[in-house]
């Protein structure tokens, strides 16, 4: 069943749905489209091996289009989908007018690589569902998080900013957080500061039980971290 979506720069050609099993590309195949997964999941597969597992807001067929080859992978729905399809030229709209949008395109890309890197390696890969909650948008004048000591635990990393992050305590600014790789949250700030993105800004949260994934990934942040836990615990004792 397809639903026609009207024209516009950055609207999709149509809007699909698939039912279980339903093949939506086939490994070989060209197609004018990328596709974005707008409810459900959809795996990809490679003469007939699963390679990978797609869930909302993912996008595929992109490579096979901007290469202009047949399509290295068969895409196939898991259960009931909903696919929009787009064709080519929305990029270039998205560059200029939502760079937000096509920020979260690339991030799908991004954790995609990032899965099949992590199998290659043989090391677990992030389930779906975590890969996709760990990033954060947040517009101009947004908060990210209020009295951050009262809270959980979280840490976080800045991937991207338009401007800054803006701590502040008491509603005084008492630093900027600019630099992406950053990493902030409840254990690195002074008690109950407040973070608020200065423009548009992409975050990373990671839980407070998974400071080992910090560590994996980005060993040199993970020692300032842990350093500076410590030298607040000693501080506060």
């Known amino acids: 069943m397809n639903d026609r979506v009207g024209k516009g720069s950055a609207k999709a050609i149509e809007v699909s749905v698939f039912r279980a099993g339903q093949e939506i590309i086939s490994q070989g195949s060209g197609c004018p489209y990328f596709f974005v997964i ?3 999941l959809v795996v990809l597969r490679q003469g007939g091996k699963r390679i990978r597992s797609l869930g909302e807001q993912d996008i595929f067929g992109l490579e096979s289009l901007l290469l202009k080859r047949p399509s290295d992978y068969a895409a196939e729905a898991v259960g009931k989908c909903r696919i929009a399809a787009y064709a ?8 200029v007018q939502s760079p937000r949008m096509l920020q979260s395109l690339l991030f799908s890309i991004l ?3 990032k899965h099949t890197a992590l199998n290659l390696l043989d090391s677990p890969p992030l389930s779906l569902a975590a890969a996709q909650e760990r990033f954060h948008f947040f517009s101009d004048g ?7 000591e009262s809270g959980q635990a979280a840490l976080y ?7 800054w992050l803006q701590v502040t305590l008491a509603g005084r600014e008492i630093t900027r957080i600019s630099h992406p790789g950053e990493f902030f949250g409840a ?21 407070a ?10 060993p040199d ?17």
Do not use: C, F, H, W
């Open 88 to 95: 080519p030229e929305v990029l270039d709209y998205l560059m």
């Open 38 to 40: 707008l409810s459900g």
């Open 187 to 207: 254990p690195l700030l002074p008690g109950n500061a407040s973070v608020r993105s200065i423009g548009q800004s992409v975050v990373e949260r990671y839980g």
């Open 209 to 218: 039980g998974e400071l080992d994934i910090i560590i994996r990934d980005y």
């Open 221 to 237: 942040s993970a020692l300032k971290i842990m350093q500076t836990m410590i030298e607040r615990r000693g501080a506060k004792s």
């Open 142 to 148: 947004e908060t990210i998080g209020e009295e951050m």
């Open 111 to 113: 954790r995609q690589l």
């Open 157 to 163: 990393r800045l991937v991207s900013t338009a401007g």
